[in-house]
């Protein structure tokens, strides 16, 4: 049985490099809270907008992420409501303007902290890179989950990212790291195994675990599910990658202590 939050749990999907299905696994893990009658609230702190292309399409809207960090509308006028997936800020290519961010380090903490009551869940899409909305966003959450392919390539950034972590959790002491998740795998090529027992090995050394679930590749699902904005746990549930994702979203919530037994 899953339990209302006192206070909405902010949790980053994060990783430096790109093509890692890091927006597709934030918009799933809101999808399917959603579905499962939590509040919740998708924040995309991505330039690119990726995760408000997908679940909102690209509707013209000037209230957005970066109307309100700059004071030109109130969060609550900016959120707008995805049948699918839940409320969602949406992101903008103004992001890539961070100097409402740069004159404070804590300005998206204090507006998150300010409607952390209205929702159980807060997950925030962050963009492929060291930058400003990237630092935000981990200064704002309680937990950061780290998606991954299982490449030597997609990896060389992790160590990176884990240093950023740790700096940042000098002003934000409650973040932890809930884990890493594998993305478009296949664990018929040897060197996904290889890999995920690095990262495995990587998690046990800094505290956190490699979530069993490994999501496996379905670019048709996600192609299909992005055009259409729709969610893919009632689009195609009994898709191998949307099997994969509710086992993933499921050990999370175990993780962070969300699911009484």
Same mark, same amino acid.
């Given at each position: 049985?899953?339990?209302?939050?006192?206070?909405?749990?902010?949790?980053?999907?994060?990783?430096?490099?790109?093509?890692?299905?890091?927006?597709?696994?934030?918009?799933?893990?809101?999808?399917?809270?959603?579905?499962?009658?939590?509040?919740?609230?998708?924040?995309?702190?991505?330039?690119?907008?990726?995760?408000?292309?997908?679940? @909102?399409?690209?509707?013209?809207?000037?209230? $957005?992420?970066?109307?309100?960090?700059?004071?030109?509308?109130?969060?609550?006028?900016?959120?707008?409501?995805?049948?699918?997936?839940?409320?969602?800020?949406?992101?903008?290519?103004?992001?890539?303007?961070?100097?409402?961010?740069?004159? *404070?380090?804590?300005? @998206?903490?204090?507006?998150?902290?300010?409607?952390?009551?209205?929702?159980?869940?807060?997950?925030?899409?962050?963009?492929?890179?060291?930058?400003? =909305?990237?630092?935000?966003?981990?200064?704002?959450?309680?937990?950061?989950?780290?998606?991954?392919?299982? $490449?030597?390539?997609?990896?060389?950034?992790?160590?990176?990212?884990?240093?950023?972590?740790? *700096?940042?959790?000098?002003?934000?002491?409650?973040?932890?790291?809930?884990?890493?998740?594998? $993305?478009?795998?296949?664990?018929?090529?040897?060197?996904?195994?290889?890999?995920? !027992?690095?990262?495995?090995?990587?998690?046990?050394?800094?505290?956190?675990?490699?979530?069993?679930?490994?999501?496996? $590749?379905?670019?048709?699902?996600?192609?299909?599910? !992005? @055009?259409?904005?729709?969610?893919?746990?009632?689009?195609?549930?009994?898709? *191998?990658?949307?099997?994969?994702?509710?086992?993933?979203? !499921?050990?999370?919530?175990?993780?962070?202590? =969300?699911?009484?037994?």
């Amino acid at each position: 049985e899953r339990g209302r939050t006192r206070m909405g749990i902010v949790i980053t999907f994060s990783n430096q490099k790109g093509g890692v299905a890091k927006t597709t696994s934030a918009v799933s893990t809101a999808a399917y809270l959603h579905t499962h009658n939590q509040r919740v609230l998708l924040v995309d702190a991505d330039p690119q907008g990726s995760a408000t292309k997908m679940t @909102l399409g690209e509707k013209p809207n000037e209230k $957005t992420l970066f109307a309100v960090l700059n004071q030109l509308c109130p969060v609550v006028d900016a959120i707008r409501h995805a049948e699918d997936f839940g409320d969602v800020l949406a992101g903008s290519r103004m992001l890539y303007d961070e100097s409402a961010l740069a004159d *404070n380090g804590f300005l @998206l903490r204090n507006i998150i902290d300010s409607i952390r009551d209205n929702y159980d869940f807060i997950i925030i899409d962050t963009p492929p890179n060291l930058s400003l =909305c990237q630092s935000a966003a981990l200064v704002a959450s309680d937990y950061v989950v780290i998606p991954t392919k299982a $490449t030597g390539g997609s990896i060389d950034g992790v160590g990176e990212l884990i240093d950023t972590i740790a *700096n940042i959790q000098q002003y934000n002491p409650n973040l932890r790291i809930a884990g890493f998740l594998i $993305t478009m795998s296949s664990k018929r090529v040897r060197a996904v195994k290889q890999v995920s !027992e690095y990262l495995k090995d990587y998690a046990k050394e800094i505290g956190c675990v490699v979530f069993d679930s490994q999501i496996r $590749t379905a670019e048709g699902l996600f192609g299909e599910a !992005e @055009l259409f904005h729709d969610n893919i746990f009632t689009l195609k549930a009994k898709n *191998n990658a949307t099997k994969d994702y509710r086992a993933f979203v !499921e050990q999370l919530l175990e993780v962070m202590g =969300c699911v009484k037994k």
